[in-house]
């Protein structure tokens, strides 16, 4: 059959053999693709660089040839121009505005087709000087405020501002004063102080890839006349565009600064609709990032101050560059056949779409149909095939989508999917049998058996598609079945072997079960089958196959014989209720079985839970039922969460207990004025099911407080002051809008009550001013909480005291006495409780050197109402004077007389030298030379001894009149540690420290001082020396 082909004229077996070997071959051809397209270039003026490379890189087979398009014409590349290819890339020497600036389109070809880039513009950077003219000064009165203009020269593109002050780099901040508005450069100062005086210049810059450029302008004198001291409100002078259009994903930016004294405030809002977390909000300035259409309104920008308002409204419309919806893909397509093509985009405004054909426009004609995104093909012809592109563009860009069409013409061919080879069927079953040869146009498909042609029948079908399918297989029907196709460009056939096996059989088939909610369950399934044949399972649910591996460890197998299925399933869940199929299947047929199996459980979650009657306290919900998953609903439970919590809470409901065949309650014990979210959940034996969804949220009506305000208190502040503290109300119970506390309040032991209104929940203090108000007098207070709807109960009456006042006398007797050389002790007489001006904290004793001004004394404070203090810390053999006072909350009191006291002269400088011992029994006996006092030291009244007897034991305190001491030692006494040092008027002097030793003989001299040993003799270390002092401290 396959020698038919020859009849096929010869123009048409070139062009099937060249399609049939492109297919085949190793490396297959197709059209241009890109890889890397040319971008927006910015080049800067007087650069340095000589050239700019416009990229260009596409992937092909055979490879791409490339050309270049300027504003829509074709670049010659001669020999002697500036421009040149280098590979794809553009490479343009010397580029120079006049010439080069525009746009540049890259072209790539080969055999399959053409395609052309995006379109990539080339522009020029620069940033000319400022006018050399003159500026004019300007003269304001100082407290007004004023506007140096910068009038930038001609640039491109934008810049950035700043301002010089009198000369280069004094740059003026942005402090909420002073403004740089970053559109028209303008400096702006709300309010002049003296400090503006002097020269402004523009300095403005330009940044370019990694070039940077300045210039400034000429500087303009700013001279102040007066001031004007007097407040205004604000007037709005630096504004942002009424209609600010900006590109989704950018970031935008308005500017508002207004004049006026104090310094106004500027705040933002969105009219319509809500504020985006993507603000960025620095006072003159709104940047929104990443802008989307959600940002899209009307904004208004507020200046305040203390003497008004003044506001302005700007919209801000977002548009959108064009993004492909959907594109269009390589296609290949038979000869004859037809084809539709779509391609979709966003953008805005709309994108316009339009088509090219190997970089050409295409437009409707013949077979061709273009309609916007549509592109329609009737009957393909072969040269119909090439590299088509679909444009969507719109004033802020165009985005390009390309696609080969291959249009094919191929006799029938079964090399690659030949009719199985030996076919297996079933008794008493079906078997299907593809011909799917292939071939373009589609062929025409014969089957025969044997030699008998096949046709049609009550066994027999061939569907349009060529498939052979035979039913109610028998024996008798095994044989060689062949497909026979044929097209115009010729025929060929393909040969196959039927056999026929034993069908597959259900032999035990699973039965339907109830069980509950966390029960295992076995469904059962064995089969017979052909034992020539392998035989598997498989189990469905709902006609969904089951996956073993993704159960979660709910399916598992309950046997590994091959005649048997049955299926294990663990810890069932609602989700495992329906219909189960067990199929048998071989290779040839397959026998499947179904059984039903429910599971029982909590309720499912109720449907549509709707708030109305939206009282104060109270809203009526209604709901409708859920799936009761195979066991009755016994009751409901109703939860809500306010928008202070996200935590769900159960509500108290009427009635009480909500019957399972309700579907309306009461909730009750809401507080008003707050917003609520409100979910129903279904419960029944099983337990208690998933929440319904969240209801929208409402707002319970408003109504008079019903709390009074808590943490009641006060005190402190000025003179003649009574300051009033308390804890601001929570929003939860505020009950309404309009918040506001009402103080009560009188002085202790009168009549009338005075009261104060106080708005804003959030004030959390209020100060009363009356010279009649004497230092910490008590008052009584009450405070209230109102809104719009009323005013709520009283606090309960608290004491709040007056502002204190300094201690007005000052105590007496004032003793004060030397202690060593270093230290003293003050006393003095304390001043009468009823003399106090207020709550009364402690003294404070001043002391200074004889010779000096009090104003420097040195101060020591006491806590509480002690009466007398230890001061330290002073220098040895000096008069100091000293006087005390009293002090409380508002400050220190009058000073008492002043006392004299003169600190002894310090302790000898020399520890005690040429220490020896001798033992006697068990007694050591120490001597040491005497210290005699110089003129300017205290006499020596004695010395102390720290004596240890090793390093981890408790030192012992010996005091000695003379220069030697005896102590009682152990009968195993072998070495101790000493510190001898003189004590007297003064304290104590510096210690001599030895390590005594039994077996280093009798009367042994050892040291004279702390710094020279002698032989026998060892110098504590500094850490013994601290633990000796710590345990004489300690004594």
Not at 484 to 494: L, R, T, V
């Amino acid at each position: 059959m396959g020698g038919a082909a020859g009849f096929v004229c010869t123009s048409l077996a070139v062009v099937t053999c060249v399609v049939w070997c492109q297919a085949q071959s190793s490396t297959r051809t197709y059209g241009p693709v890109f890889e890397e397209q040319p971008a927006h270039t910015l080049f800067p003026e007087g650069s340095a660089e000589e050239k700019v490379t416009m990229a260009c890189r596409a992937r092909a087979s055979p490879p791409a040839t490339y050309r270049w398009k300027m504003n829509g014409t074709e670049l010659k590349m001669e020999p002697d121009s500036r421009y040149r290819l280098v590979a794809g890339d553009l490479v343009i020497s010397n580029p120079v505005k006049a010439k080069d600036a525009g746009s540049y389109q890259c072209v790539a070809s080969n055999s399959r087709g053409t395609v052309v880039s995006r379109e990539a513009s080339l522009r020029f950077g620069f940033l000319q000087e400022f006018s050399a003219e003159e500026r004019d000064p300007v003269k304001i009165t100082e407290g007004w405020g004023v506007m140096f203009a910068c009038s930038p020269p001609p640039h491109y593109p934008g810049l950035s501002y700043r301002w010089l002050l009198n000369e280069f780099p004094n740059f003026i901040p942005a402090d909420g004063r002073r403004f740089v508005s970053q559109t028209t450069g303008n400096l702006y100062i709300a309010k002049t102080e003296a400090s503006d005086l002097g020269n402004y210049s523009c300095f403005a810059t330009s940044h370019i890839d990694f070039i940077t450029k300045s210039v400034f302008s000429k500087f303009s004198r700013l001279s102040l006349a007066a001031e004007d001291a007097r407040q205004y409100a604000p007037s709005i002078k630096a504004r942002f565009p009424a209609d600010t259009y900006a590109l989704a994903g950018q970031m935008v930016t308005l500017e508002c600064f207004a004049f006026g004294n104090p310094v106004p405030r500027i705040k933002w809002r969105k009219l319509d609709g809500s504020q985006a977390s993507k603000w960025i909000s620095r006072e003159p300035l709104l940047q929104i990032q990443d802008v989307g259409f959600e940002d899209e309104g009307t904004y208004e920008c507020e200046a305040e101050n203390i003497k008004g308002r003044d506001t302005y409204q700007g919209r801000i419309i977002i548009q959108a560059q064009p993004e492909w919806l959907k594109v269009i893909t390589d296609t290949e397509a038979d000869i004859g056949s037809d084809l539709r093509w779509s391609c979709a985009a966003a953008g805005k405004p709309r994108p316009a779409v339009r088509w090219l054909r190997d970089g050409q426009p295409l437009t409707s004609q013949n077979r061709i149909e273009v309609s916007g995104g549509e592109l329609k093909f009737s009957k393909l012809v072969l040269e119909d095939s090439g590299m088509y592109q679909c444009v969507a563009e719109n004033k802020h860009g165009t985005v390009y989508a390309s696609a080969e069409l291959t249009v094919q013409a191929l006799a029938p061919d079964f090399r690659l999917n030949p009719v199985k080879r030996l076919i297996p069927a079933a008794r008493s079953g079906k078997v299907i049998i593809p011909c799917q040869p292939r071939a373009a146009p589609k062929a025409t498909v014969l089957w025969t058996k044997g030699t008998e042609l096949l046709i049609n029948s009550s066994r027999v079908t061939i569907t349009t598609d060529g498939t052979l399918i035979l039913q109610n297989i028998s024996k008798s029907d095994e044989g060689k079945y062949t497909c026979f196709a044929e097209n115009f460009m010729g025929k060929a056939n393909s040969t196959g072997i039927l056999s026929v096996r034993d069908a597959t059989k259900i032999t035990l088939a699973p039965s339907s079960a109830d069980i509950n909610v966390g029960e295992n369950l076995t469904l059962q399934c064995h089969a017979s089958h052909d034992p020539t044949m392998d035989l598997t399972f498989t189990w469905s649910l709902d006609d969904f196959p089951i996956d073993f591996d993704k159960s979660e460890g709910h399916y598992r197998r309950a046997s590994v014989k091959e005649a048997v299925g049955d299926l294990t399933i663990l810890n069932t869940q609602l989700k495992h209720s329906g219909r189960y199929t067990c199929t048998a299947q071989t290779v040839v047929d397959s026998a499947s079985e179904s059984a039903t199996l429910t599971v029982r459980g909590p309720p499912g979650p109720p449907g549509g839970v709707v708030v109305r009657d939206i009282g104060d306290t109270s809203v009526q919900l209604s709901w409708s039922r859920g799936f009761d998953n195979h066991s009755p609903i016994a009751r409901y439970l109703v939860e809500a969460r306010t928008l202070l919590s996200n935590k769900w809470k159960q509500m108290r409901t009427n009635p009480v207990n909500i019957e399972g065949n309700a579907e309306t309650a009461q909730v009750v014990n809401l507080i008003p004025w707050m917003d609520y979210e409100f979910r129903v959940l279904a419960s029944n034996i099983l337990g208690v099911g998933e929440p319904s969804l969240p209801s929208s949220k409402i707002r319970t009506k408003e109504a008079a407080p019903t709390v009074a305000p808590s943490g009641l208190g006060g005190g402190g502040g000025a003179p003649n002051e009574l300051i009033i503290n308390w804890t601001p109300t929570l929003r939860d119970y505020q009950n309404g809008d309009g918040f506001g506390y009402i103080l009560s309040f009188r002085k202790k032991g009168t009549q009338g009550w005075l009261t104060a209104r106080v708005p804003h929940a959030e004030s959390l203090h209020y100060v009363y001013r009356n010279e009649s108000i004497g230092p910490y007098t008590p008052f009584e207070v009450k405070i209230k909480a109102y809104n719009r709807k009323g005013e709520g109960p009283e606090s309960l009456t608290a004491i709040v005291y007056s502002a204190e006042e300094e201690p007005k006398v000052a105590p007496f007797r004032v003793t004060a006495k030397a202690v060593l050389s270093s230290e003293m002790d003050v006393s003095w007489e304390p001043v009468e409780q009823g003399d106090m001006t207020g709550v009364l904290l402690g003294y404070e004793i001043r002391y200074w050197k004889d010779g000096d001004k009090e104003e420097a004394a040195d101060r020591v404070r006491t806590a509480g109402l002690v009466t007398s203090a230890h001061v330290t810390g002073l220098n040895p053999n000096t008069k100091y004077h000293v006087s005390v006072r009293a002090y409380n909350r508002a400050g220190t009191g009058p000073p008492s007389p002043s006392t004299n006291v003169t600190t002894t002269k310090p302790p000898p400088r020399r520890p005690p030298g040429n220490i020896s011992w001798t033992f006697s029994g068990s007694t050591v006996s120490i001597k040491w030379d005497p210290v005699v006092a110089h003129a300017d030291e205290s006499a020596v009244t004695g010395y102390k001894m720290l004596y240890r007897q090793d390093s981890h034991s408790a030192p012992t305190l010996y005091l000695a009149s003379k220069s030697r001491i005896d102590i009682p030692v152990p009968e195993d006494f072998t070495h101790a540690f000493v510190q001898i040092r003189v004590t007297g008027p003064g304290g104590d002097g510096v210690p001599a420290e030895v390590h005594i030793l039994r077996n280093s003989g009798t009367s042994m001299m050892v040291e004279d001082s702390v710094t020279r040993p002698v032989p026998h003799a060892v110098i504590v270390t500094n850490s013994l020396v601290m633990l000796a002092l710590i345990g004489y401290l300690e004594l």
